[in-house]
T-cell receptor, first 112, second 115 residues
Framework: NAGVTQTPKFQVLKTGQSMTLQCAQD?????MSWYRQDPGMGLRLIHY???????DQGEVPNGYNVSRSTTEDFPLRLLSAAPSQTSVYFC???????????FGAGSRLTVL | AQSVAQPEDQVNVAEGNPLTVKCTYS??????LFWYVQYPNRGLQFLLK??????LVKGSYGFEAEFNKSQTSFHLKKPSALVSDSALYFC?????????????FGAGTRLAVHP
């Protein structure tokens, strides 16, 4: 049982480049979400999904897109990377209603 | 607005002494409260939660938390700290406006336990 798997673990981009952070879970969780972690600011919610085909915006959605074509996968796309998107990104999932999130190990992104 | 505050950036404790990591919250309705721990270069791990019932909640690794409705606090405690408890601790509250499992996190408190 792998839990929540994020790839890549590290990535360096130049301003304006695009990329996708991958997130996959094998626990059949309906709810999936993306957070970014910045020093002194805790974790802020970017986007979330309550099931395949359903996504919604969180607190800081600008510059990011998501899709949920399957229960298992929830990729996060950066359309045109900016230095302000330098951060550590965490994917998390849970069964609906259970409230406890299971987190991936994180993806550290640097935008130059 | 709903929010979580962790007033201390860092807490320093000697091994064997009791520890407290503070958390206060602001939320409409009944709060669903959580503590998570993050070890270096790892994702967050769930420690404990308060939904309803007994105000003293016991969780993983010997941690417990006390819910105080009048003070809107949910402080994390442990009777005897271990060096291995050194990590970053996050308090979180469920976003009651959004439903589902959306959590609002505090900024985090770094716990340093010294031998």
């Amino acid at each position: 049982n792998a839990g929540v798997t994020q790839t890549p673990k590290f990535q360096v981009l130049k301003t304006g480049q695009s990329m996708t952070l991958q997130c996959a879970q094998d626990m059949n969780h309906e709810y999936m979400s993306w957070y970014r972690q910045d020093p002194g600011m805790g974790l802020r919610l970017i986007h979330y999904s309550v099931g395949a085909g359903i996504t919604d915006q969180g607190e800081v959605p600008n510059g990011y897109n998501v899709s949920r074509s399957t229960t298992e996968d929830f990729p996060l796309r950066l359309l045109s990377a900016a230095p302000s998107q330098t951060s550590v990104y965490f994917c998390a999932s849970s069964p609906t209603g259970a409230n406890v999130l299971t987190f991936g190990a994180g993806s550290r992104l640097t935008v130059l | 607005a709903q929010s979580v505050a962790q007033p201390e950036d860092q807490v320093n404790v000697a091994e064997g002494n009791p520890l407290t990591v503070k958390c206060t919250y602001s939320v409409s309705g009944n709060p669903y409260l959580f503590w998570y721990v993050q070890y270096p270069n790892r994702g967050l791990q769930f420690l404990l939660k308060y939904i309803t019932g007994d105000n003293l909640v016991k969780g993983s690794y010997g941690f417990e938390a006390e819910f105080n409705k009048s003070q809107t606090s949910f402080h994390l405690k442990k009777p005897s700290a271990l060096v291995s408890d050194s990590a970053l601790y996050f308090c979180a509250v469920r976003d009651s406006t959004g439903g589902y499992n959306k959590l609002i996190f505090g900024a985090g408190t770094r716990l340093a336990v010294h031998p």
